[in-house]
Antibody, heavy 120, light 108 residues
Framework: QVQLVQSGAELKRPGASVKVSCKAS????????MHWLRQAPGQRPEWMGW????????KYSPKFHDRITFTTDTSAGTAYMELNSLTSEDTAIYYC?????????????WGQGTLVTVSS | EIVLTQSPATLSLSPGERATLSCRAS??????LAWYQQKPGQAPRLLIY???NRATGVPARFSGSGSGTDFTLTISSLEPEDFAVYYC??????????FGQGTKVEIK
């Protein structure tokens, strides 16, 4: 079955960087784009961007474009999200989500989420 | 950036009742609108895509309608497991993709 398994919770100081991983299994990794979203406590999900896993092409939300990087290791079926210059406003649960365009159109599978806490 | 506004913020209903949730877009999104359900401590779950299509495994009591700027998610008869927060979501060729602020369906 399809699974997205993310790396564990992170505690970071302001100004630091964080890198979250998302290991996919149960499907051909390069067939689906991988999106990253985050959700601050009590807030709506916030879309951060996507990576086309087959080519490595990326599209970032303008809000993050100057401090975010998406990468993949296709041999390992893993996607990565790195966010730089962290502030307390980046404290949130970060999700990877597979975006399907085959039949169902949308985020059909999600990772379990990675809590990133930014605090001095 | 397209803004999605959901109403009401909270819906207090009893099991068996009908729930009607609204999502309004600041400009036309055609039918590129989805609905997600989120329960505490869980990731969102896709319910409806392209305004009116149920995702795999979603019960028939969930239905979506609308196009352009006005959309509705209807739950015909609430089951205990349906009490959750519901978000509408817009996708497009141009970022950013956006979510509404959510409607919480709570037990009355």
């Amino acid at each position: 079955q399809v699974q997205l398994v993310q790396s564990g919770a992170e505690l970071k100081r302001p100004g630091a960087s964080v890198k979250v991983s998302c290991k996919a299994s149960g499907y051909i990794f390069t067939t689906y784009a991988m999106h990253w979203l985050r959700q601050a406590p009590g807030q709506r999900p916030e879309w951060m961007g996507w990576i086309t896993t087959g080519t490595g092409d990326t599209k970032y939300s303008p809000k993050f474009h100057d401090r975010i990087t998406f990468t993949t290791d296709t041999s390992a079926g893993t996607a990565y999200m790195e966010l730089n210059s962290l502030t307390s406003e980046d404290t949130a649960i970060y999700y990877c989500a597979r975006f399907s365009i085959f039949g169902v159109v949308g985020f059909d599978y999600w990772g379990q989420g990675t809590l990133v806490t930014v605090s001095s | 950036e397209i803004v999605l506004t959901q109403s009401p913020a909270t819906l207090s209903l009893s099991p068996g009742e009908r729930a009607t949730l609204s999502c309004r877009a600041s400009q036309s999104v055609s039918t590129f609108l989805a609905w997600y359900q989120q329960k505490p401590g869980q990731a969102p779950r896709l319910l409806i895509y392209d305004a009116s299509n149920r995702a795999t495994g979603v019960p028939a009591r969930f239905s979506g309608s609308g196009s352009g700027t006005d959309f509705t998610l209807t739950i015909s008869s609430l089951e205990p497991e349906d009490f959750a927060v519901y978000y509408c979501h817009h996708r497009d060729n141009w970022p950013p993709w956006t979510f509404g602020q959510g409607t919480k369906v709570e037990i009355k």
